[in-house]
């Protein structure tokens, strides 16, 4: 399975907790992500918490998905764990080529920025399939910038 990552990019404050860029992932061929599976995307930064979702745009945890499922998603539970977001399969998921997740909501603190030459906060996109060897996730980029200081 693999995924074309794509971030918006808002320009944000120094200030205490802010939201970071929609992520959006598509599927680049048709594949399935086996049940067991996880996909994490990593920041720059705490993750302080997510944001209720827009009504009616997906389930629980700011996440929302297009494609052969929709929203809710009911093959997915999402964690927040530190400095990563972790998506977690409950059942294998066939994805057709175009079918997309969008990750909102993320917010994150830019006082624990560590970068020094850094404009702002990037995602690193990583996988764990439980079929690696036949069904592995890979993304193309992986990393992206979700949020760039003001």
Do not use: C, H
């Given at each position: 399975?693999?995924f074309?990552?794509?971030?918006?990019?808002p320009?944000i404050?120094?200030?205490?907790?802010v939201?970071?860029g929609?992520?959006?992932?598509?599927?680049a061929?048709?594949?399935n992500?086996?049940?067991?599976s996880t996909i994490?995307?990593?920041?720059k930064?705490n993750?302080?918490e997510w944001?209720?979702p827009?009504?009616?745009?997906?389930?629980t945890?700011g996440?929302?998905?297009?494609?052969?499922?929709?929203?809710?998603?009911?093959n997915?539970?999402?964690?927040?764990?530190?400095?990563?977001?972790?998506?977690?399969?409950?059942?294998t998921?066939?994805?057709?080529?175009g079918?997309?997740?969008?990750?909102f909501?993320?917010q994150?603190?830019?006082?624990?920025?560590?970068?020094?030459?850094?404009?702002?906060?990037?995602?690193?996109?990583?996988a764990n399939?439980?079929i690696?060897?036949t069904?592995?996730i890979?993304f193309?980029p992986?990393?992206?910038?979700?949020a760039?200081?003001?």
């Amino acid at each position: 399975m693999v995924f074309q990552v794509s971030t918006a990019v808002p320009i944000i404050p120094y200030t205490p907790v802010v939201t970071v860029g929609v992520i959006n992932l598509i599927a680049a061929a048709p594949g399935n992500v086996p049940a067991g599976s996880t996909i994490t995307i990593s920041f720059k930064s705490n993750v302080v918490e997510w944001l209720a979702p827009v009504a009616g745009a997906g389930n629980t945890a700011g996440l929302a998905v297009g494609g052969p499922v929709g929203p809710p998603f009911p093959n997915l539970s999402v964690s927040v764990s530190s400095n990563s977001v972790v998506l977690s399969f409950t059942a294998t998921t066939p994805f057709a080529t175009g079918d997309q997740l969008w990750i909102f909501g993320v917010q994150i603190n830019p006082g624990t920025f560590t970068g020094s030459s850094e404009t702002g906060f990037k995602a690193i996109f990583s996988a764990n399939s439980s079929i690696p060897a036949t069904e592995p996730i890979t993304f193309t980029p992986a990393i992206m910038p979700v949020a760039r200081f003001a």
